[in-house]
């Protein structure tokens, strides 16, 4: 076989193709020396707290199966709850509804849902249970 039908692989000038390698900086003004102080974005002001919503583990009337049920939330809709749900079903891997303007998640969830609940700015409460 002859040798120049091979790729050479030390590195030589054959595997080394740039595409920027006839540009020049010449004509583009210098680079600043540090950013400006003044230049920093802009502080977000803190998310306002949303209320108070109590979370309650309930066997009562549902053939022994526990469920975490989230109510009294204030200022709220059915959709933005409907997010709420999946997310809390997607994080504890269980299933869930919404009935009533309460939240109903299967099983003892309280400390994954009160988690998802503060990060959504409200103030989680267990109560009873």
Do not use: H, W, Y
């Not at 920027?20 to 920093?40: I, R, V």
């Not at 998310?47 to 066997?59: A, E, P, S």
Request: net charge positive; glycine share 12%.
């Amino acid at each position: 076989m002859a040798n120049s039908k091979r790729i050479p692989t030390d590195g030589g000038s054959a595997l080394i193709q740039t595409p920027f390698a006839a540009l020049a900086s010449e004509g583009l003004p210098p680079a600043p020396e540090n950013a400006p102080a003044d230049s920093a974005p802009p502080a977000k002001p803190p998310k306002k707290n949303r209320g108070r919503v109590d979370i309650l583990r309930v066997k009562a009337g549902r053939g022994g199966k526990t469920v975490t049920v989230v109510k009294n939330f204030v200022g709220i809709g059915l959709p933005e709850k409907e997010q709420l749900a999946k997310a809390m079903q997607r994080a504890c891997g269980t299933g869930g509804t919404v009935k009533n303007g309460q939240i109903e998640i299967q099983g003892d969830q309280r400390a994954e849902v009160a988690r998802i609940l503060t990060a959504a700015n409200f103030q989680p409460v267990f109560a009873g249970g």
